[in-house]
């Protein structure tokens, strides 16, 4: 695919993204896109540590769950505005994934894999047993939705299902823009050279640890904003937002997408937020389904749908592909 | 103050060993076939759901439950190896982790559809009336749990080293290919193996369900137990994951009797994160 057809194409997409609310009568419809758009920012994040990075994490949900906890407790203690929830739930992921990843990223293959895991499962127990500060199990009820104000001049609410659309839209395109710029920097190439082989990257200099620390870090803030948004969203966050379920919801998107491809996460959140909803009949088969498709798709389309889309392209152009 | 140590300590140790039962199966699968299964916890999970439905629904005796209901896990284990795992068996490690993921998944919500989500006990033919030895109390089937493990620990102890299976399982471990040019069928070795492991998981499943309780989603915090022992231990240890198994444990039992049973499962979380900060491949673990 050609640079040109590429921005004529985002362009396109960008613009149908816009224009989307004008055409969809259906809240409900609206309000399955914004969770296409939070699971899109917490899968690309993901991505940047299984596709690039090369680290299976099964963690990925500490730092929405941190992310979202920090944006409640903020915003129902101390009244604090959208803005601050925002910088504060950065703050702490980003704080939290330093220090874990000082631990973990010396840890390689399965125990990194197995340490994330547990780390989502700490913070599990911690949420639901610490009631005098999380309200256990209970929750946490009545989180206000984004506002923007200037105190006496305006105030603007994000309490509609289109406003907050725009909202999740904007977030979309910036991840998706930083995402791009980091996967072509060198931090990216240094990545995709740990993946390939790690004793042979480290040996020419380039640093595990370091590369890792950039990666693991970029990939939690992410989940950390994605955590602040749901919590705004939603307006009730729970211990559940550190479910395992999640965690296998967003491997299957990134799987089934394609890890290491930047469309990859796009394709895998759409299809498995507004598929089920077509296919509601089957409700209870679902989760059954979920799971032969990850081995399926596991074993027989390692690039997921972005490999198999470069693939048919090809074919259509008449060329073969590498 | 004493004997209610001791009390806690032996609870610990009963329970530890059948965490080692299922950590062992896991450990065996992880050194042989370098596969971390994930769906090691669903497969604990139908050890407990088959014993549960052989009891209650086809009205067999206990023991014939359990026999039979390792019997099936196995079986399942077997079809999975033959039918998924043996195609990936050069692949990486995050292939085979991400296809096991997908079993459990399969696994845990099929169940879930014929189950239910409310928890069910495993009728037994044990009183449940306590036995006093000295300062101590133990229920009978405690004893016979423990009874169990033990001897299954020592007849697979004893299979591996003294027989002929043994022998060719130990030879694959060491190194598949020189196994392979003497004529060791390797794929025979590891589905057998992956078996095994299952059953292992399954024995587990079926005990612990009778001690507590069976639902579809008790293999997630077991699954995690497991893996804390095997790292604890050594991942692909044998003696490493009994040793992990009795002392998590007998850390769970301490923590939740005398500090706080909400609590307790932090703590092995906890133990896990230090060793690893410490040791960063494990207590027995060699540099991988």
């Given amino acids: 695919m050609g640079g040109k057809n590429q921005t004529i194409g985002l362009l396109v997409l960008v613009i149908a993204a816009l224009l989307a609310p004008f055409f969809i009568q259906d809240e409900y419809f609206i309000h399955l896109l914004i969770n296409a758009g939070l699971f899109y920012i917490l899968v690309a994040g993901l991505n940047l540590l299984v596709g690039y990075l090369g680290k299976l994490t ?92 200037i105190p006496g001049l305006f105030e ?16 979309v395109i910036i991840v998706t823009y930083v995402t791009h710029r980091l996967v072509h920097s060198v931090i990216g190439r240094a990545s995709i050279s740990l993946r390939e082989n790690e004793n042979l990257a480290e040996s020419v200099g380039v640093s595990a640890f370091r590369y890792g620390m950039i990666i693991f870090v970029a990939a939690s803030v992410f989940a950390g904003v994605a955590g602040c948004f749901y919590a705004h969203y939603v307006s ?9 379920i999640y965690m296998i919801t967003m491997l299957v998107m990134l799987v ?67 | 103050m004493v004997p209610e140590i001791l009390q806690q300590l032996l609870n610990g140790l009963i329970i530890g060993a059948t965490y080692g039962l299922m950590a062992v199966g896991m450990t065996m699968i992880f050194g042989m076939m370098d596969i971390i299964n994930f769906a090691h916890g669903e497969i604990y999970m139908l050890g407990g759901v088959f014993a549960y439905y052989l009891v209650s629904l086809l009205g067999l005796n206990y023991f014939e439950s359990i026999a039979l209901s390792v019997a099936l896990v196995m079986a399942v284990g077997l079809i999975f190896d033959q ?52 300062p101590i109390f133990l229920t009978p089937f405690k004893i016979f749990m423990a009874a169990v493990t033990v001897a299954v620990i020592f007849g697979l102890h004893l299979m591996i080293q003294k027989t002929t299976l043994g022998k060719t399982m130990r030879a694959v471990f060491q190194e598949k290919e020189a196994a392979a040019i003497v004529g060791i069928n390797i794929n025979k070795v590891y589905a057998i193996n992956f078996a095994l492991g299952s059953g292992l998981a399954g024995l587990a499943g079926a005990l612990l369900g009778t001690l507590f309780v069976v639902y579809p989603n008790m293999g997630l915090i077991a699954v995690v ?19 992990g198994g009795l002392l998590l444990g007998v850390v769970e039992s301490m923590a939740a009797g005398f500090i706080s049973s909400s609590y307790k499962d932090l703590f092995g979380l906890l133990i896990v994160m230090i060793v690893l900060v410490v040791r960063p491949y494990g207590l027995f673990g060699k540099k991988i």
Wanted: contains cysteine.
């Fill in chain 2, 225 to 243: 137990k497991a893996f804390l022992i095997v790292i604890m231990g050594g991942m692909g240890n044998f003696l490493g994951a009994i040793f």
């Fill in chain 1, 236 to 244: 009730y966050i729970n211990p559940e937002v550190f479910g395992f």
């Fill in chain 2, 83 to 134: 039918l998924v795992l043996r195609k990936l068996r050069d692949e990486p490690t995050l292939i085979t982790i991400l296809v096991t993921i997908g079993l459990s998944i399969f696994l845990q919500s099929t169940v879930m559809l014929f189950w239910g989500p409310s928890p069910q006990g495993i009728p037994s033919p044990f009183p449940s009336k306590t036995i006093q030895i000295g």
């Fill in chain 1, 58 to 149: 099964l963690g990925h949900t500490a730092f929405l769950g941190i992310g979202a906890y920090t944006s409640a407790l903020l915003n129902l203690k101390l009244e604090a505005p959208f803005a601050v929830t925002l910088a504060g739930s950065i703050l702490v992921s980003l704080v939290l994934a330093f220090l874990f990843g000082l631990i973990v990223l010396r840890l390689r293959g399965p125990y990194f894999v197995i340490v994330s895991l547990c780390f989502a499962e700490m913070l599990a127990i911690v949420a639901t047993n610490w009631v005098s500060l999380t309200n256990g199990p209970m929750g946490l009820p009545g989180v206000e939705p984004p506002k923007f104000s």
């Fill in chain 1, 256 to 322: 089934t997408g394609g890890k290491g491809t930047i469309a990859g996460p796009f394709y895998g959140c759409i299809l498995f937020t507004v598929l089920p909803e077509g296919l509601r009949v089957a409700k209870d088969y679902r989760d059954p389904v979920f799971g032969i498709i990850l081995i399926v798709v596991a074993i027989f389309l390692p690039q997921g749908m972005a490999g198999l889309f470069r693939r048919v392209w090809a074919r259509f152009k008449g060329k073969e592909v590498a």
């Fill in chain 1, 156 to 171: 603007f609410y994000l309490d509609t299902k289109t406003r907050f659309y725009y909202l999740m839209l904007a977030l």
